[in-house]
């Protein structure tokens, strides 16, 4: 689960049965071949994080982090990985809301998965 993967309908369905949901690829996983660019090159998110002084990453992650999900987000970078944590001293606008709904999506899921229509989420 990521901006550009949210899974509306998927998510609302494990809210009302308690279930926890954890994003893998927060960010999208860009430059690996199961992932996507949609997420860190997009305009809408950029707009967001030049509006507050922020990362495109980090508003991913404050994004879902409001969205009651838990993640697991990836770097080999020290100083991405701080940044990375500081994503809890401020918080999202209803305008950036608005705008995150507006991020391509696209499904980031090319693994192996046969069944479920590998793993259908009514939307993509
Ligand atoms: N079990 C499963 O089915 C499954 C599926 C997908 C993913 N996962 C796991 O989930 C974890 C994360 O997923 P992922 O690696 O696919 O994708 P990801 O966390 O969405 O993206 C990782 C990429 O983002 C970069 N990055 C991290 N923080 C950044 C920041 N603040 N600013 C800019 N770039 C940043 C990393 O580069 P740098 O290292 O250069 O910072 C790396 O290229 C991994 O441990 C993966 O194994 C599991």
């Known amino acids: 689960m990521n901006p550009s993967w949210q899974q509306k309908k998927l998510i609302e369905y494990c809210k009302t049965k308690g279930i926890i949901i954890n994003a ?4 999208g996983a860009k430059g690996a071949s199961w992932g996507t660019n949609e997420v860190m090159e997009s305009p809408f998110l950029k707009h967001i994080a030049e509006s507050h002084s922020k990362s495109v ?6 994004w879902l982090y409001e969205e009651g999900v838990s993640f697991v987000v990836k770097s080999y970078n020290k100083e991405r990985m701080k940044q990375n944590l500081e994503i809890f001293d401020w918080c999202l606008r209803e305008e950036d809301y608005e705008m995150i709904s507006q991020v391509k999506q696209h499904r980031t899921n090319n693994g192996p998965t046969t069944s479920l229509g590998d793993i ?3 939307e993509s």
Request: glycine share 8%; aromatic share 16%; hydrophobic share 40%.
């Open 24 to 27: 893998y690829s927060p960010l």
């Open 57 to 62: 990453a980090q508003v991913c992650l404050r």
């Open 120 to 122: 259908w989420d009514g």
